[in-house]
């Protein structure tokens, strides 16, 4: 990337979540890519320098963002070693720079193992730089000024410049966790498979640090979910841009509305919880737009009339939570006495809890929490008669 101008379009690819690849695809196109093809995991995209800097700030569901650099086939350990040193790596940075590199190697027969891969590419490296220079320069593995991505599939091999650098759903504003909580670009990707657009009321009545609020309200209030990180891998890159990445945020920070048009509310039985939610969206200035109290939520009712609710109730795996059945059944208890009008999303990891909430869903979505398969479950609570129970054994699996 380093050799490009600012104009010139170049493949990227945008790493993700398992099932959240059609989310990022749509966002891709909304933001403006090119050659947009969505993959396991992955959706490739073309752009120009000022693109992938609006990717970082901008994409919600990517957890990072990569440049390839050089994709070549090979036949031994040796062929790799070689092609890695092919690689103008002095172009993309110097001797007085860190760089690590994270190797993932699927089905090869050169490699048993990832770790290999990438010692075997920090060696060709290191001599290039030595070879030219009689000097190297050091690996960092912690906060490497260049991070370099290899993919070994089979025999095909990609190696690509890491842009983003820290994962892009580290937004920088969630310092104070819960015990078990989701990651921000997930929890993105279920408001946005929820149809969640700021036009609505929304509720999570077990918000935990606040993550589900927190991306709520950067969605309805437009506000690019990276605008006040301070850091990313590109701008170490010896072609990095200072003005052209500050007319990005300029431009993201003009696109943030004002005021919310419906409210956001989290709340949670534990007032320590909320006090870190509370702390949390301070760092993103949205400490004053969502409604954050101490409720449990048997006894919480909506804030309008019509909306919507997507929670994240205990699985039962991570939290020591007894009755987990009773806890399900609590929930859809609530749901159909407290919540008419609304279409209610759980989003939970217990296959077997989620039977008692009690309710038919009308969508049900295979996902992943890290890695614990997980369903997102939509429930339409219809006003008067048109609700519809099921007995817990009596849901799909």
Wanted: proline share 5%.
């Amino acid at each position: 990337m380093s050799e490009n101008k600012q104009n010139d379009y170049v493949p990227m690819i945008a790493k993700t979540i398992y099932g959240l690849e059609e989310i990022l695809v749509k966002e891709l196109q909304e933001l403006g890519a090119s050659d947009i093809e969505a993959q396991n995991r992955v959706v490739t995209f073309s752009g120009n320098k000022k693109f992938l800097y609006k990717a970082n700030v901008h994409l919600r569901t990517a957890g990072r963002i990569l440049v390839p650099l050089s994709q070549f086939t090979i036949s031994s350990k040796d062929d790799y070693y070689d092609e890695i040193k092919k690689i103008n790596w002095m172009s993309l940075f110097g001797l007085d720079e860190t760089f690590a590199i994270d190797a993932l190697v699927n089905h090869s027969r050169a490699f048993d193992n990832s770790m290999y891969a990438g010692q075997l590419a920090k060696d060709a490296i290191v001599d290039q730089f030595r070879e030219e220079t009689g000097a190297r320069p050091s690996v960092d593995t912690n906060d490497p000024d260049i991070q370099i991505n290899i993919h070994v599939n089979k025999n095909i091999i990609t190696v690509s410049l890491d842009s983003s650098g820290v994962p892009l759903h580290k937004r920088g504003y969630r310092v104070e966790l819960s015990k078990a909580p989701m990651n921000e670009n997930l929890a993105a990707g279920l408001l946005l498979i929820a149809g969640y657009d700021g036009e609505q009321a929304l509720i999570d009545p077990m918000c935990g640090s606040g993550t589900i609020p927190i991306e709520a309200a950067m969605i309805a209030l437009n506000m690019a979910p990276s605008l006040y990180r301070k850091h990313f891998a590109f701008m170490n890159w010896n072609n990095f841009d200072e003005e052209l990445f500050d007319e990005v945020i300029a431009e993201a920070k003009a696109e943030v509305k004002d005021e919310l048009k419906f409210p956001i509310v989290g709340s949670d039985k534990d007032k320590y919880v909320i006090d870190k939610a509370k702390n949390n969206a301070s760092r993103v200035r949205l400490h004053n737009k969502i409604i954050f109290e101490k409720m449990r939520f048997e006894n919480q009712f909506p804030p309008e009339e019509d909306g919507m609710l997507i929670t994240n109730p205990p699985y039962g795996e991570r939290l020591d939570i007894p009755a987990i059945d009773s806890l399900y059944s609590m929930i859809g208890d609530t749901l159909k006495q407290n919540f008419d009008g609304y279409d209610a999303f759980i989003f939970s990891g217990n296959l077997e809890a989620v039977k008692f909430v009690g309710l038919k869903p009308s969508m049900k979505r295979k996902m992943f929490n890290g890695p614990i398969e997980c369903r997102f479950l939509r429930y339409e609570m219809y006003k008067g008669s048109k609700k519809v129970s099921t007995p817990p054994d009596s849901t799909e699996e």
